[in-house]
């Protein structure tokens, strides 16, 4: 079984910068692939950027160049650097791993709320 808690959430204005964590604890193993999700009231969640094992990121469009994934494997975290905030990031972000068979080894974290004011 494998823990997820994210934490570095909160509220800040329109350009501001926030970074998220996400501690991943238990049965981990590679390769893997962590990824960062997001979702907004009243919206379905969206992939936002992922980071495998092997160091190969990938982003969702609304927020390349802006955000920055990254990780620590020898402290099972992963990291999501966010600059120049907008409004429309404002949703609950939700950290995700998958690992070898992921229709068996797919877990979530509960997600941290991220607020940007105009």
């Known amino acids: 079984q494998v823990q997820l808690v994210e934490s570095g959430g909160g509220s800040v204005q329109a350009g501001g910068s926030l970074r998220l964590s996400c501690a991943a604890s238990?049965?981990?193993?590679?390769?893997?692939?962590m990824d960062w999700y997001r979702q907004a009231p009243g919206k379905q969640r969206e992939l936002v950027a992922g980071i495998t094992s092997g160091g190969i990121t990938n982003y969702a469009d609304p927020v390349k160049v802006r955000f920055t994934v990254s990780r620590d494997t020898a402290k099972n975290t992963l990291y999501l650097q966010m600059n120049s905030l907008k409004p429309e990031d404002t949703a609950v972000y939700y950290c995700?791993?998958?690992?070898?068979?992921?229709?068996?080894?797919?877990?979530w974290g509960q997600g941290t709320q991220v607020s940007v004011s105009s």
């Open positions: 238990g049965n981990i193993f590679s390769p893997n692939t």
């Open positions: 995700r791993l998958r690992q070898g068979n992921w229709r068996t080894h797919d877990y």
